[in-house]
Protein backbone atom coordinates (compact mmCIF):
# COMPACT_ATOMS: atom_id res chain seq x y z
CA UNK A 1 0.00 0.00 0.00
CA UNK A 2 0.93 3.44 -0.58
CA UNK A 3 0.61 6.53 -3.08
CA UNK A 4 2.06 8.57 -5.61
CA UNK A 5 2.33 12.45 -4.78
CA UNK A 6 -0.50 14.14 -5.39
CA UNK A 7 -2.62 11.39 -5.95
CA UNK A 8 -6.03 11.27 -4.51
CA UNK A 9 -6.43 7.59 -3.73
CA UNK A 10 -3.97 5.44 -1.80
CA UNK A 11 -2.65 2.14 -4.02
CA UNK A 12 -3.03 -1.41 -3.23
CA UNK A 13 -1.14 -3.93 -5.20
CA UNK A 14 -0.71 -7.65 -4.21
CA UNK A 15 1.15 -10.13 -5.80
CA UNK A 16 0.96 -13.42 -5.86
CA UNK A 17 4.14 -15.42 -6.41
CA UNK A 18 4.42 -18.49 -8.84
CA UNK A 19 1.03 -19.13 -7.53
CA UNK A 20 -2.04 -17.45 -9.78
CA UNK A 21 -4.23 -15.64 -8.04
CA UNK A 22 -6.81 -16.36 -10.47
CA UNK A 23 -7.18 -19.72 -13.37
CA UNK A 24 -7.83 -17.33 -15.89
CA UNK A 25 -6.23 -14.50 -17.96
CA UNK A 26 -6.22 -10.95 -17.03
CA UNK A 27 -9.41 -8.96 -16.19
CA UNK A 28 -10.67 -6.42 -13.78
CA UNK A 29 -11.95 -8.10 -10.42
CA UNK A 30 -14.55 -7.13 -7.77
CA UNK A 31 -12.60 -7.66 -4.47
CA UNK A 32 -13.51 -6.07 -1.11
CA UNK A 33 -10.90 -5.17 1.93
CA UNK A 34 -11.87 -5.68 5.32
CA UNK A 35 -10.54 -4.02 7.87
CA UNK A 36 -10.84 -5.19 12.07
CA UNK A 37 -10.93 -2.40 14.00
CA UNK A 38 -9.44 -3.32 17.47
CA UNK A 39 -12.06 -2.98 19.34
CA UNK A 40 -13.65 -6.13 16.53
CA UNK A 41 -15.55 -4.05 14.27
CA UNK A 42 -15.22 -4.43 10.79
CA UNK A 43 -15.17 -1.82 8.17
CA UNK A 44 -15.43 -3.18 4.57
CA UNK A 45 -13.91 -0.74 1.06
CA UNK A 46 -15.27 -2.60 -2.21
CA UNK A 47 -12.67 -1.89 -4.78
CA UNK A 48 -12.03 -2.99 -8.62
CA UNK A 49 -8.80 -4.18 -9.14
CA UNK A 50 -6.59 -4.65 -12.31
CA UNK A 51 -5.57 -8.62 -12.40
CA UNK A 52 -2.42 -9.25 -14.70
CA UNK A 53 -2.28 -12.90 -15.51
CA UNK A 54 1.57 -14.50 -16.40
CA UNK A 55 4.76 -13.55 -15.01
CA UNK A 56 2.83 -10.67 -13.28
CA UNK A 57 0.44 -12.10 -11.70
CA UNK A 58 -0.84 -9.36 -9.20
CA UNK A 59 -3.59 -7.02 -8.51
CA UNK A 60 -3.46 -3.19 -8.93
CA UNK A 61 -5.87 -0.90 -7.41
CA UNK A 62 -6.71 2.03 -6.28
CA UNK A 63 -8.67 2.69 -2.76
CA UNK A 64 -10.83 5.38 -2.23
CA UNK A 65 -11.47 5.34 1.62
CA UNK A 66 -13.66 7.80 3.57
CA UNK A 67 -12.64 9.57 7.27
CA UNK A 68 -14.24 6.39 8.79
CA UNK A 69 -12.26 4.13 6.86
CA UNK A 70 -9.09 5.97 7.38
CA UNK A 71 -9.83 6.27 11.09
CA UNK A 72 -10.56 1.98 10.98
CA UNK A 73 -7.29 1.49 8.91
CA UNK A 74 -5.48 3.56 11.56
CA UNK A 75 -6.49 1.80 14.47
CA UNK A 76 -6.75 -1.90 12.85
CA UNK A 77 -5.44 -5.37 13.79
CA UNK A 78 -6.53 -7.11 10.65
CA UNK A 79 -6.79 -6.57 6.71
CA UNK A 80 -8.14 -8.88 4.90
CA UNK A 81 -8.63 -9.27 0.51
CA UNK A 82 -11.66 -11.69 -0.74
CA UNK A 83 -13.27 -12.13 -3.73
CA UNK A 84 -16.88 -11.37 -2.77
CA UNK A 85 -18.11 -13.29 -6.45
CA UNK A 86 -16.30 -16.34 -5.52
CA UNK A 87 -18.01 -16.77 -1.80
CA UNK A 88 -15.40 -14.56 -0.18
CA UNK A 89 -12.26 -16.33 -0.94
CA UNK A 90 -9.50 -15.25 0.49
CA UNK A 91 -6.51 -13.69 -1.40
CA UNK A 92 -4.68 -12.21 1.62
CA UNK A 93 -4.88 -11.52 5.53
CA UNK A 94 -2.65 -9.75 7.63
CA UNK A 95 -2.52 -8.35 10.97
CA UNK A 96 -1.67 -4.30 10.90
CA UNK A 97 0.90 -3.65 13.67
CA UNK A 98 2.27 -0.11 12.88
CA UNK A 99 -1.01 0.80 10.81
CA UNK A 100 -0.99 4.20 12.08
CA UNK A 101 2.39 5.26 11.31
CA UNK A 102 1.75 3.73 7.75
CA UNK A 103 -1.47 5.76 7.89
CA UNK A 104 0.23 8.92 8.68
CA UNK A 105 3.30 8.70 6.49
CA UNK A 106 0.97 7.79 3.10
CA UNK A 107 -1.25 10.94 4.36
CA UNK A 108 2.27 13.39 4.60
CA UNK A 109 3.01 12.18 0.80
CA UNK A 110 -0.68 12.27 -0.67
CA UNK A 111 -2.56 14.76 1.90
CA UNK A 112 -5.63 14.12 -0.33
CA UNK A 113 -5.83 10.49 -0.63
Given at each position: ??????????????????T?????????????????H????M??????????A???N??????????????????AS?????????????L????????A?????????C???
Amino acid sequence: MGCFKGSTSISFTLLGGSTPLFPDDGSERNLMIWIQHADGRMARVPIEAEYRAGEDNGLIASLQMGQTDKEFFAQASGLEVDVPLEGGRDLFKTGMAGSAAALADILRVCPNA
